[in-house]
């Protein structure tokens, strides 16, 4: 019953509170917003030396991937938007965010940085933003050779996977400039296109549930940080009344089955297909209960390899 797995649930998060004050003191609530505030500011230094910002998100989930100060650390930086992932997310919602982008007048592309995806429009695109800058320049008579470019984005949205892209075997690594971290490097991705090879990583929203969620869907939240139990569950939730068709492709639900989930309440019903599925995959222990924990990776690991099929969790309003 889904009762026993709220007090289960309650149960495993009781402990693992009492574990988490055993081995985290109260430096646990002080240690992020020292952590943001060191990296903002370098950021912020790093920028200076910087033409174009490409903020990448994950097409899944634009709103929730989205740094909450994006805005204020940029300051009037020109932007390039990416939609990353673009393969787990469904085309046609991909598309209309897009369209929303551009209705705000925000440069916004489509990439996949597994496959390399997107890659060249990408270069073209840093190029056209910023050839006014460069014809000004040239009627002042200066010479604006390169333009420098850096990533930024909250964590598992494909930084490193885009950089490693942009970065291909033929691309030079450019000498160190003033003001950047030693450990920084330039990486000379096209002709006149300069990358900071070192991404700035953003802190996520943490606003509401439904964010912390969609970011923990993601991957964006570690595991560890939300009851892993929970998430999956919620993720099946949205999946059964949104997606209900790649549940059953997925997991080859005959239609007695899903009539076999119905219940009066709707978490039971959540429940019950969380069983099904834990039981068809082999997830179970001693008793014929299911293991949850193991029930709920299986989940959440189909969701984030795109074994469900493409889903978008966020769409445009
Ligand atoms: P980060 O630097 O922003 O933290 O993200 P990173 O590039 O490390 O990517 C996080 C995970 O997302 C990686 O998977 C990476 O392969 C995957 N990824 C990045 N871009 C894309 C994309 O366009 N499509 C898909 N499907 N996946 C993408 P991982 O499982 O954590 O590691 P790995 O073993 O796959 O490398």
């Not at 943001?36 to 174009?52: A, F, H, N, S």
């Not at 690594?173 to 096209?190: D, E, F, L, S, Y």
């Not at 869907?217 to 009344?241: C, M, Q």
């Not at 978490?267 to 599925?277: A, P, R, S, T």
């Amino acid at each position: 019953m889904a009762k026993d797995m709220y007090q289960k649930r309650a149960e495993r998060k009781d402990k693992k509170l009492d574990e988490k004050d055993k081995s985290l003191p109260s430096t646990n609530i002080n240690w992020y917003p020292g952590h943001m505030l060191k990296t903002k500011r370098q950021i912020i230094e790093d920028l200076k030396l910087i033409d174009i910002v490409i903020e990448i998100l994950d097409a899944r989930i634009p709103i929730s991937s989205r740094n909450p100060d994006m805005k204020q650390i940029i300051q009037n930086k020109k932007t390039i938007i990416i939609l990353n992932k673009s393969d787990l997310a469904v085309e046609s919602e991909t598309k209309k965010w897009i369209e929303y982008y551009k209705q705000k007048g925000m440069i916004t592309l489509v990439v996949d940085a597994n496959l390399g995806k997107g890659i060249k429009e990408l270069l073209k695109q840093i190029e056209e933003v910023m050839l006014q800058d460069m014809k000004k320049a040239a009627e002042k008579g200066r010479i604006r050779k390169n333009i420098r470019v850096m990533i930024l984005g909250i964590p598992n949205v494909g930084k490193s996977s885009l950089i490693n892209r942009l970065c291909n075997k033929k691309s030079t690594i450019v000498g160190n400039r003033p003001g950047v971290t030693k450990q920084k490097q330039w990486v000379r991705i096209a002709n006149n296109i300069e990358l900071l090879d070192t991404p700035g990583v953003l802190w996520p929203k943490f606003q509401d549930e439904n964010v912390a969620l969609n970011l923990s869907y993601t991957g964006s939240i570690k595991d560890e940080i939300l009851d892993i139990t929970e998430v999956a569950f919620k993720l099946l939730k949205y999946l059964y009344k949104n997606y209900q068709i790649s549940l059953i492709n997925r997991y080859n639900f005959t239609q007695e089955e899903i009539q076999s989930l119905a219940t009066q309440y709707e978490d039971d019903e959540i429940y019950n297909l969380m069983k099904l599925i834990g039981k068809k995959r082999g997830a179970v222990v001693t008793g014929g209960e299911i293991d949850e924990e193991k029930t709920a990776n299986i989940i959440l690991s189909d969701f984030r390899s795109g074994k469900l099929g493409r889903i978008t969790l966020e769409r445009v309003r």
